[in-house]
């Protein structure tokens, strides 16, 4: 551990507080630096022209020099910095013109003095920064200085702890990176030096979380160092509270008795036809659901030929879950009533909560939610579906294809979306779960519970917003290493994001803080709604790859220049072909077809070519995926295609050999039916489009380095 | 016009040519800088160090020194700058070392001597320049000095000759423009001193076409002026050549009678089922077309119950076009004879052409053509189609599903999957053509044929290349202003274009290059193949919006947030809703329900409450464009929604209100033929996405913004 002076810095916030002030003065800023090693340069506080001659002098020319004022935070703009001072004439003269622009700019301000500072040799200005998120609490920030970051906005951010492999992350993670390797001939800036300036920022704000924001702005990055030339520090005590977080074991209890339950009522269930209580009852009859279901309702005997009772205390045995679907007034009373019973939750179908601007009726529910100890899903969903227990909980139709995909939406738009296209895809699905309003129950509980249960094998997550966005990252870091976690998050846009406000309440977070984070969460972001659903359905059946080299076997060159685009949108890596690997694709296919990457087994050629140049990079070690470029021909027609790559990749599957295959399909309307005839078979294939199998092929890849699973 | 001093360049590169250099020296440049009005700093060569001292005395200090010599282009590496030189002592010292270094870095440079240079005050550095691409020719670059154009590559290109429009659109068009609108209270650059200075540098290489290179680099941009402080310049004589261009008559006479023929022969018409010149007659004879079709083969008498001649020669009527469906060696000679029998365009089928290294026999063709006033389609091409006259010239399957989309294709591959799409979208279209290698015929000529042909609505065209990317893009912006153009360039990032030059020879341009050129041209780009496909399919449906307001409506708040994710992606502008527009809009939506733009009417809504909102939307005069977003309810199901929609926009057509709209469905799978419906109306409209519809949309603005059809 660093051997930080905490107790400098207390000194200063205790000064702070005393004077209710929620900023420090440059010169605290700097005993904050020293106390924890942030290098600054050399300077000190003058408070007439006298004085200020003297420190120049002492600390050699040109100097800085700088207004200090607690009401001046904005030194530029109020013309309170001259820099390259050259001697103590202009000092003098240069103390004096400051004094005066920090009257005109604000005249009430209190005036510390003038800070006389040592100017540093040339070097590259970043910034460092850290900062308090509303979604994500504290986290750490990292752009180049000036212009770029203004106007370019090139700026990276990570969660606060910041460890030395995440800053140097950091620093290679702007888009200009580059300049910071030394361009032009220029030496390299001190990458060591940026790194540890960046977790001595993180630790900093780690003990002293009511320190909201610290802006090191410009840190002067040279080959022999970083130094903070300028320091804001901002303080606010709220910026120190954390939410309130349940424990693992907490939420897996829970979440099993939830998403498992043997006993299931409906609060408000209902004979009548079009009613939503009568919904529920029918989809968890007709959904097959084997456990109990109790129909609860004051007027009724008897509902579906399941026996009704007035009220759930009337229920003989354990109730796990209890679906609401009566008006939002009567959820209060009848949640009680639930927590009484002791069931695990309550799953709020009903709106006009916080969604209508009824937070209060929110806030109430949620409070007798933790007294009973109910958890709470929703208010306003449609419901959720877990189908290894033919659970349709839901107002919507019953979904019966078993399968390995988790979903979540957050809106119950998104959801009916997720419905059509599983069913209309036949995905196999384990659970499609509505979150709504999110009063409680949120992703981290059901990542929690998806990461064990051995029904799912991915979780796709539709989301405006993150009520606890650390406690995401780090549940979503977790649970990534093993499966694969899709996020579709919308609002990434300002006028997005906009939208978001007014729909749910929640301010949708700077979109890049939240690129960053759950990119480095292992998380593979969906850029829309249908990407997320393809990467749902492809990602699970592609195996995972060794390694980088994808290779591109087309029969059309046409296709190939397209995948290679699309693996360069992707991220994918065409290899190199090693001259031993090329001669032997060259043995299969015409002379004046093109080996190399793609290889480009042209037109016309008979399924045996196909069949033999795929075979061939299934065999190599060296290959690690294959992307498939098909052209209609009468030679080799679609579904003789689809059969033969079926049958090779069959063939070394039995011997062990599972890599990704996926294929894009040009031809006449018989290659839909081929298509889909190789996806049914674990080849992510589609006709018309050479984007989406290598998008797919390109979510599997993300998700395997993050992972850590690729070799070398 | 402005005056340039033209003589005095002659002179310079007079002396260039007389001493077989191929780039002007310093001294040389300042010259050519003078005679075109471009600013550089005052300066003089000196050849010894008293010389220098006096130079920089006169024109006062600071100045720079710079090595001259021909043989060292990169000053700054070979140690031949130095800059901030401060007196007279300094400059004879830096005389020395400069000479010194050169010598260094090149025993065998020639010496000019040393230039020095006035040093200009701080300012902006830019970079102007102009080059000859191997695509389109002379073009004019415009960045950000120093490292963000070489780290972050922020640069921009039009064709020249540039006026002070597109030189200013060039000033606005790069990312970091704001930095020279002035950021941080910084004064803006003078936008008319670099606007002139691109024309400047535009019209030097248009008078001078062998100047193969022009860098201005750095330009300083200061407030009041822009000033070249580094001017390289290349000659090469071969840059100033043309290529070969036919007239816009000659163009559409041959492509009429090429797309429209009275007769076509097909030369190696065969009886035997799978041969191409089977296939070619069947399609020919069973897709419809009505006139004379010439089977020729000299073995046999009668083909498909045409009767067959041995050679065209002996077809008594004249021949419009001579499809050859006969190996590459054969062609040369049947070319010969369909020359001399006065056929409009010959269709090359065959491969084994420059697509297979061929060259020789490729030129030869091209050679032959010319000779006798043949166009060649191709070779190595799957043929043409074109409805209108029910032409299947093809060895594919007939199309008569007829409409206005033309398309075309480099590649055989992305041909049948535009034929596929398009069966399987029951895509209306005019034409499919194939054009290969394009030996001959280009998108040049079929742009123009399709730009006169009634039929036609909207082009497609993927391409990997274009032979005269200049003629096309003046085409390409002559054709967009009717009709959109839709292109999607492959090999657009560098394993693509390397993929690109392995398949047809053609070495692809910088992606940057093209991208600035289309766009200015006019020409809407796709990202992709499908997206091409869609384009097509969709934006002729849609109106042309008559102004920039585009509203969400929508029954799912989810929805909404992602269709305005996607409004910002594709460029187009959420309506701030006037206040009025606001309250009508609320008087048909729930209390809680947004209005604001997206208008949320909130799930669970009836048909009246989506038909009210939608035809306030088209009713409203500063509404320009809707976006539907569709939430599958009971109270609103899929197909009723699609009806009322159908229903209120064509009530507002009939009207005369033609507005876009088009729809996003989330719902079980009964939206896929609510889709479908809505689409077959005119209403561009897609299942479990939000980002398709938009998109389309979204190209459809692009095409208007460009043509000038939106108001404001």
Avoid at 52 to 68: D, H, Q, T
Avoid at 298 to 311: H, N, Q, V, Y
Avoid at 635 to 643: H, I, K, L, N, R
């Amino acid at each position: 551990m660093v051997n930080y002076d905490r107790e400098a810095v207390q000194r200063v916030l205790a000064q702070v507080a005393a004077d209710g002030r929620d900023s420090l003065t440059a010169p605290e800023g700097k005993i904050v630096c020293d106390a924890y090693g942030i290098s600054t340069p050399d300077e000190g506080l003058a408070t007439d022209s006298e004085q200020a001659v003297e420190l120049a002098e002492r600390m050699g020319f040109p100097v800085v020099l700088k207004i200090v004022s607690p009401d001046i935070l904005h030194k530029t703009e109020a013309g309170g910095v001259l820099v390259g001072i050259k001697d103590a004439a202009q000092v003098a003269h240069g103390f004096r013109t400051i004094t005066a622009n920090a009257k005109i700019y604000n005249p009430n301000a209190k005036i510390v003095g003038i800070q006389v500072q040592q100017m540093l040799p040339a070097g590259q200005e970043v910034i460092v920064g850290a900062t308090t998120d509303q979604t994500f609490g504290k986290i750490v920030a990292f752009g180049l200085g000036g212009v770029l970051v203004e106007v370019l906005k090139d700026v990276t951010f990570r969660l606060a702890p910041t460890d030395r492999e995440q800053a140097l992350s950091m620093i290679d993670g702007i888009a200009a990176a580059e300049i910071l390797r030394g361009v032009r001939g220029a030496e390299p800036a001190d990458r060591d030096a940026i790194a540890d300036l960046i977790t001595r920022v993180s630790d900093l704000v780690g003990d002293f979380p009511q320190l909201s924001e610290v802006d090191l702005n410009p840190v002067l990055a040279t080959p022999t160092g970083a130094t903070a030339v300028d320091v804001r520090i901002l303080v606010d005590a709220e910026a120190a509270t954390e939410p309130y977080r349940f424990s693992q074991q907490e939420i897996l209890a829970a979440m099993n008795r939830i998403m498992k339950p043997a006993a299931v009522a409906v609060i408000g269930a209902s004979a009548e036809d079009g009613k939503i209580g009568n919904s529920v009852m029918k989809n968890l009859v007709s959904g097959g659901y084997r456990g109990e279901i109790y129909p609860i309702n004051p007027k009724a005997t008897e509902i579906l030929d399941r026996k009704a009772f007035a009220r759930i205390g009337d229920v003989p045995g354990d109730v796990d879950v209890a679906v609401f679907a009566i008006p939002a007034k009567f959820v209060p009373q009848a949640l009680k009533e639930v927590g009484e019973k002791g069931v695990a939750g309550a799953i709020l179908i009903p709106s006009g909560f916080g969604e209508t601007g009824n937070h209060e009726l929110q806030d109430e529910i949620v409070r007798i939610a933790r007294e009973h100890q109910v958890r709470i899903l929703g208010p306003n969903i449609y419901g959720y579906y877990y189908t290894p227990e033919h659970l349709s909980a839901t107002f919507c139709t019953p979904y019966d294809v078993q399968g390995g995909v988790a979903l979540s939406s957050q809106s119950g738009g998104i959801g009916m979306a997720i419905l059509g296209f599983s069913r209309s895809a036949q995905m196999g699905v384990s659970a499609i779960v509505g979150v709504g309003n999110k009063a409680d129950i949120d992703e981290d509980d059901l990542l929690t519970f998806f990461e064990h249960d051995d029904n799912t094998k991915l979780i796709a997550m539709h989301l405006e917003d993150l009520k606890d966005g650390r406690s995401f990252a780090e549940t979503a870091k977790r649970v990534s290493k093993s499966k694969p976690v899709v996020v579709l998050k919308a609002g990434r846009t300002a006028q997005g994001a906009k939208a978001a406000s007014s729909h749910t309440g929640a301010l949708a977070g700077n979109d890049k803080v939240y690129d960053d984070i759950l990119r480095q969460s292992g998380v593979i972001r969906a850029p829309g709604l249908n990407d997320m659903l393809e990467y749902a359905r492809g990602v699970p059946l592609l195996p995972t790859p060794k390694g980088e080299n994808v290779v591109i076997i087309t029969g059309a060159g046409g296709s190939g220049v397209l995948l290679s685009d699309a693996c360069v949108d992707n991220g994918l890596t065409l290899m190199s072909i090693p001259e031993d690997l090329d001669r032997s694709f060259r043995e299969y296919i015409p002379p004046f077809g093109a080996a190399g990457n793609p290889v480009d087994i042209t037109g016309g050629e008979p399924p045996s070519t196909y069949r033999n140049t795929i075979a061939l990079g299934l065999a190599d070690e060296r290959v690690h995926a294959l992307i498939l470029g098909y052209w209609h021909t009468i030679v080799t027609p679609p579904m003789v295609f689809a059969e033969l790559v079926v049958d090779v990749v069959e063939q070394y599957r039995e011997h062990g050999i599972h890599k990704p295959v996926v294929a894009s399909l040009s031809g006449d309307v018989e290659v839909e039916q081929a298509a889909e005839f190789l996806y049914r078979h674990g080849i992510v294939a589609y006709p018309y489009t050479t984007e989406k199998p290598v998008a797919v092929l390109g979510a599997k890849y993300r998700w395997a380095r993050e992972a850590g699973l690729l070799e070398g």
